[in-house]
């Protein structure tokens, strides 16, 4: 098994372009997460999902959108994006809620100049 | 508002020694408190975790420590390694009902001197 696989890698973008981060996980979990990480700050979550076309917002949404429409592949979308938005971006899946494990991908460094 | 508070932000100990990173919540209705691990361009890893049903739980040299009236709980690494160097956040979630999401605190950064 992969895992939980993230591209890409490295992303430099600017101001008002717009992409996609992709995310697919191989271990048919229901849960799929995205959370960014800033330097001193943690992760936050931005959208969850709960199963195919399912989404919900999380703390930080404003600026991202998603999708959900097979169990394997939960990609978010960036319009116009923006300096705030320079982070690494984390997607993770679970098996269950609550206790249940997060397995988190390796990650996309997003660079908005 | 910050749910989880974690402390120290940075942390140096020197090989052999013992780390201690300290989380306090706000939310008594958390009742899953896991730690996660982070190496330098990798994605957390879950390291241990408890609920508050007992007060410690060991697994080799990591330990948790739970203080429930305190609503506190810490990560012990005991023999500290250089390997052991690298990020480490304490979480909490709430079974049951909707809410599952993961509270993390904001990072302890862990350096093991060798």
């Known amino acids: 098994n992969a895992g939980v696989t993230q591209t890409p890698k490295f992303r430099i973008l600017k101001i008002g372009q717009s992409m996609t981060l992709q995310c697919t996980q191989d271990?048919?979990?229901?849960?799929m997460y995205w959370y960014r990480q800033d330097p001193g700050m943690g992760l936050k979550l931005i959208y969850y999902?709960?199963?195919?076309?399912?989404?919900d917002k999380g703390e930080v949404p404003n600026g991202y959108n998603v999708s959900r429409s097979t169990t394997e592949d939960f990609p978010l979308r960036l319009e116009l994006a923006a300096p705030s938005q320079t982070s690494v971006y984390f997607c993770?899946?679970?098996?269950?809620?609550?206790?249940?494990?997060?397995?988190f991908g390796p990650g996309t460094r997003l660079t908005v100049t | 508002q910050q749910q989880v508070k974690q402390s120290p932000q940075s942390l140096i100990v020197q090989k052999g020694g013992i780390s201690i990173i300290n989380c306090a919540y706000e939310?008594?209705?958390?009742?899953?408190f896991p730690w996660y691990q982070q190496f330098p361009g990798k994605g957390p890893a879950l390291l241990i975790a408890?609920?508050?049903?007992?007060s410690e739980k060991k697994e080799g040299r990591f330990t948790i420590s739970f203080n429930k009236s305190a609503k506190q709980f810490s990560l012990h690494i005991m023999d500290s390694q250089p390997g052991d160097s690298a990020t480490y956040f304490c979480?909490?979630?709430?079974?049951?009902?909707?809410?599952?999401?993961?509270?993390f605190g904001k990072g302890t950064l862990l350096t093991v001197n060798p």
């Open positions: 939310n008594t209705a958390f009742d899953y």
């Open positions: 993770a899946s679970s098996l269950g809620q609550g206790e249940y494990e997060q397995y």
């Open positions: 408890i609920r508050p049903d007992v």
């Open positions: 979480a909490a979630s709430k079974k049951g009902g909707s809410n599952y999401k993961l509270t």
């Open positions: 271990m048919n979990h229901n849960y």
């Open positions: 999902s709960v199963g195919a076309g399912i989404t």
